[in-house]
């Protein structure tokens, strides 16, 4: 089955087939001519900027696509938790559901957030600043180069359940 979809995509010239030549060049396609015109010659600095770009855009879209769970104490039937959520909380809840390692200075909560941290039960969301992207000329494959939405969801854990 993969040997007929890498046949397939060989013959439609989609990919190129690795042999000496290609190890060290490939003519790859260019978006503003819409052609196969960009010469890009793998050398040891181009394939260590790729490797950035990559670890770049995989902790861009995994916390991009993830929707963290968290569950809190909150006495009563208010929609409050007891203890709000810090950046550092949301950071270790990257690290435990997503595993992706982030630095909390780097979280930002929206403008209600702020003072307290996150402290509704329900869907919630800040932002996590991703410094790099435009050194790394990301600019297509995501919406914002900048920052990514991180989604979580604050539930009312059981008693026995809940850290907090």
């Not at 995509?9 to 190890?23: E, F, I, W």
């Not at 957030?113 to 410094?131: A, E, K, V, Y």
Request: proline fraction near 3%.
């Amino acid at each position: 089955m993969t040997q007929d979809i890498a046949a397939k995509y060989l013959q439609d010239g989609a990919c190129v087939d690795v042999t000496d030549d290609t190890r060290k060049a490939v003519w790859a396609f260019n978006p503003e001519t819409n052609q196969f015109d960009r010469f890009i010659e793998r050398n040891a600095a181009f394939l260590e900027f790729a490797g950035r770009k990559r670890q770049w855009l995989n902790v861009y879209w995994r916390v991009n696509q993830a929707y963290l769970i968290v569950g809190r104490q909150s006495f009563g039937q208010g929609f409050l938790i007891n203890c709000p959520l810090r950046k550092k909380d949301v950071s270790q809840k990257l690290w435990e559901q997503v595993r992706v390692r982030v630095d909390p200075r780097l979280i930002e909560f929206r403008a209600k957030d702020q003072r307290t941290g996150i402290q509704d039960l329900g869907h919630n969301f800040c932002w996590l600043h991703m410094p790099g992207g435009e050194e790394l000329e990301i600019d297509r494959e995501v919406y914002d180069p900048t920052k990514v939405k991180v989604r979580l969801h604050v539930r009312k854990a059981q008693q026995q359940w809940s850290l907090y």
